[in-house]
C-alpha cells in the first residue's frame, strides 16, 4: 500500500503563486503515472495535471501556460507549481499515482489552495 504526502497549500492573492509536492513511498516511483486533481466545492475531481513514466505531461486547458508538473525519481516526489492563480483555481488539490503495471491507483490526503480576489 502506496502512501502519498502532499505538501504546500495555502492561501494566496490573485496572480501569485504557489508550490504543491507529493511524496510518495515505495520502492517503484518510477513506473508510476503521477497527477494532480482538484475539486472545488459542490464540482467534481478534475485531472489538472499528469506526468507519464518518460515524463511527457498534459494540463486541462484552464491551467495550460500557467501550472507546471514535474517528477524527480530519485527523491520519488512529484510537484506542481502554480503560477498567476486565479480565484477559480481555489480548490482541494490532490495527488494520485498509478502504478502502470498493475493499474492500481493510490491517492494523497489533499492539500487546500484558496486564491482570494
Known amino acids: 500500500q502506496e502512501q502519498l504526502v502532499e505538501s504546500g497549500g495555502g492561501l494566496v492573492q490573485s496572480g501569485g503563486s504557489l508550490r504543491l509536492s507529493c511524496a510518495v513511498s515505495?520502492?517503484?516511483?518510477?513506473?508510476?503515472?503521477m497527477g494532480w486533481y482538484r475539486q472545488a466545492p459542490g464540482k467534481q475531481r478534475e485531472l489538472v495535471a499528469g506526468?507519464?513514466?518518460?515524463?511527457?505531461?498534459n494540463y486541462v486547458d484552464s491551467v495550460k501556460g500557467r501550472f507546471a508538473i514535474s517528477r524527480d525519481n530519485g527523491k520519488k516526489t512529484v510537484s506542481l507549481q502554480l503560477n498567476n492563480l486565479k480565484p477559480e483555481d481555489t480548490a482541494v488539490y490532490f495527488c494520485?499515482?498509478?502504478?502502470?503495471?498493475?493499474?492500481?491507483?493510490?491517492w494523497g490526503q489533499g492539500v487546500q489552495v484558496t486564491v482570494s480576489s
Open positions: 506526468i507519464t513514466t518518460s515524463d511527457k505531461t
Open positions: 515505495g520502492s517503484i516511483f518510477s513506473m508510476y503515472y
Open positions: 494520485n499515482a498509478v502504478n502502470m503495471m498493475t493499474m492500481e491507483s493510490y
